[in-house]
Nanobody, 122 residues
Framework: VQLQASGGGLVQAGDSLRLSCTAS????????MGWFRQAPGKEREFVAA????????DYADSVKGRFTISRDNAKNTVALQMNSLNADDTAVYYC????????????????WGQGTQVTVSS
């Protein structure tokens, strides 16, 4: 499985941004997909995840109600719609794919994209 994240950029507080992760490989559709982020000097943290069929999702408390994760298995993409962005959302965002275990634990993800920078100016 190979993952390619895109869509990051520089926005102002209150703006929206949509990240996309393009997946390739035969088995990616059977995996749960997650978005993580890492701010400078901080550990990588869970943001959101979605099950293989797209019917189940999970979010970090800090983004609930503002971010929405979705996937389109036919188009090999996973998206993260981010609304009402604030300075605390500034980080490098990574998409990842996993097979087993809890979705909010980065150790359960086997494949990672290269990351895309999101910067929110206040």
């Amino acid at each position: 499985v190979q993952l390619q994240a895109s869509g990051g950029g520089l926005v102002q507080a209150g703006d929206s941004l949509r990240l996309s992760c393009t997946a390739s490989g035969r088995t990616w559709r059977s995996k749960f997909m997650g978005w993580f982020r890492q701010a400078p000097g901080k550990e990588r943290e869970f943001v959101a995840a979605i099950g293989p069929s797209g019917g189940l999702t999970d979010y970090a408390d800090s983004v609930k109600g503002r971010f929405t994760i979705s996937r389109d298995n036919a188009k090999n993409t996973v998206a993260l719609q981010m609304n009402s962005l604030n300075a605390d959302d500034t980080a490098v965002y990574y998409c990842a794919a996993g097979s087993f275990g809890s979705w909010n634990n980065l150790k359960n993800y086997d494949y990672w994209g290269q990351g895309t920078q999101v910067t929110v100016s206040s």
